[in-house]
T-cell receptor, first 115, second 111 residues
Framework: AQTVTQSQPEMSVQEAETVTLSCTYDTSESDYYLFWYKQPPSRQMILVIRQEAYKQQNATENRFSVNFQKAAKSFSLKISDSQLGDAAMYFCAYNRGAAGNKLTFGGGTRVLVKP | DVKVTQSSRYLVKRTGEKVFLECVQDMDHENMFWYRQDPGLGLRLIYFSYDVKMKEKGDIPEGYSVSREKKERFSLILESASTNQTSMYLC??????????FGPGTRLTVT
């Protein structure tokens, strides 16, 4: 079974600085998808960024970028120029690309942003 | 914008009660999901459905059942609620292999 591990329960960052969240996963598949989702306090979960395993280029969405290391099964999220609105729980998720689009989630990392 | 709504934000039920949680999406997505979210455990998949009247067990289906009679609606049923089912329940939907869209969640307390 696939597992997703987020080893940092909580991370703190100063406003305008950079923070990196780690995620490792275990799979025997070669084609799959990886995601980072954000859940602000008392608000709905939203997608931050998505990476297809067959793509070597790391995905980027504005201030959010990933470092995808397929051989190491590592998928870290970098938040640059952190803003107060980035404070949230961040979840790493894996999808093996089969019918039904099932996601396996990590335990989450809480990001605190200090003004 | 895709909208996923859940019938209640907060719910308090007694042990042994039958509980219905409803989820509705407005974007004609074929896939729908029910997760429970517990601190430190992330989100765990209870059941999902990839078509009307079709359902598959997720990772923790015990104590739960689901119903999908219409494409836009996916119900989670707790046949006999127990205290260990106190949790946040999240519904999601997706189109094909695209991102999942989540509802606001239902915080269920079983006393």
């Amino acid at each position: 079974a696939q597992t997703v591990t987020q080893s940092q329960p909580e991370m703190s960052v100063q406003e305008a600085e950079t923070v990196t969240l780690s995620c490792t996963y275990d799979t025997s598949e070669s084609d799959y998808y990886l995601f980072w989702y954000k859940q602000p306090p008392s608000r709905q979960m939203i997608l931050v960024i998505r990476q297809e395993a067959y793509k070597q280029q790391n995905a980027t969405e504005n201030r959010f970028s990933v470092n995808f290391q397929k051989a190491a099964k590592s998928f870290s999220l970098k938040i640059s120029d952190s803003q107060l609105g980035d404070a949230a729980m961040y979840f790493c998720a894996y999808n093996r690309g089969a019918a039904g689009n099932k996601l396996t989630f990590g335990g989450g990392t809480r990001v605190l942003v200090k003004p | 914008d895709v909208k996923v709504t859940q019938s209640s934000r907060y719910l308090v039920k007694r042990t042994g009660e039958k509980v219905f949680l409803e989820c509705v999406q407005d974007m004609d997505h074929e896939n729908m999901f029910w997760y429970r979210q517990d601190p430190g455990l992330g989100l765990r998949l209870i059941y999902f459905s990839y078509d009307v009247k079709m359902k598959e067990k997720g990772d923790i289906p015990e104590g739960y059942s689901v119903s999908r009679e219409k494409k836009e609606r996916f119900s989670l049923i707790l046949e006999s609620a127990s205290t260990n089912q106190t949790s946040m329940y999240l519904c999601a939907s997706s189109l094909g292999m695209r991102e999942q869209y989540f509802g606001p969640g239902t915080r269920l307390t079983v006393t």
